[in-house]
């Protein structure tokens, strides 16, 4: 069997005729069953189009014979999909925890409010305090 670098030598009409046995291709696609390679990493090495590899699965797949269907799935797309749900549920244990400390701080400037006579909390509806001028950054002030 010829190494990758003699393939990359071959010209297309030369690489078109390669044949590759029946055993190797048996063993390619065990491999793509138990996950320890993917039809692009074996295209890629082996210089081949994904459907001849997909032409190899469906000669030679275990799971085809048994009427099986087979997600052919990248791993890095189950890893990411894995890493994305395990971030939604940090991020979702911090929302809870920032909503405990905003019901927390409203309790306490109820509380407070209530045993100092006196309005903390501001209302929504009035207007904020204008300060001291313009805060307009083209106006200057001579």
């Known amino acids: 069997m010829a190494t990758l670098k003699e393939y990359e030598r071959l010209s297309r009409r030369e690489r078109q005729n390669r044949y590759f046995s029946e055993d190797f291709k048996r063993k390619k696609v065990s491999e793509i069953e138990r996950n ?6 074996i295209s890629r090495e082996y210089q081949v189009s994904n ?9 030679f797949s275990r799971m085809q014979k048994k009427g099986l269907k087979m997600v052919v799935e990248a791993k890095g797309d189950t890893q990411k999909l894995i890493l ?19 019901d927390f701080l409203e309790k306490m400037i109820e509380l407070a409010e209530d045993k100092y006579k006196i309005k903390i ?3 929504s509806f009035t ?4 300060g001291s001028g313009s805060t307009d950054k083209n106006s ?3």
């Open 51 to 59: 459907t001849a590899v997909y032409k190899w699965i469906y000669k």
């Open 140 to 142: 200057r002030t001579k």
């Open 84 to 102: 994305l749900k395990e971030q939604i549920k940090e991020l979702e244990q911090i929302i809870g925890q920032k909503q405990l400390r905003i």
């Open 36 to 41: 320890l390679t993917t039809v692009a990493e």
């Open 121 to 123: 909390k501001k209302k």
């Open 127 to 130: 207007k904020p305090y204008s």
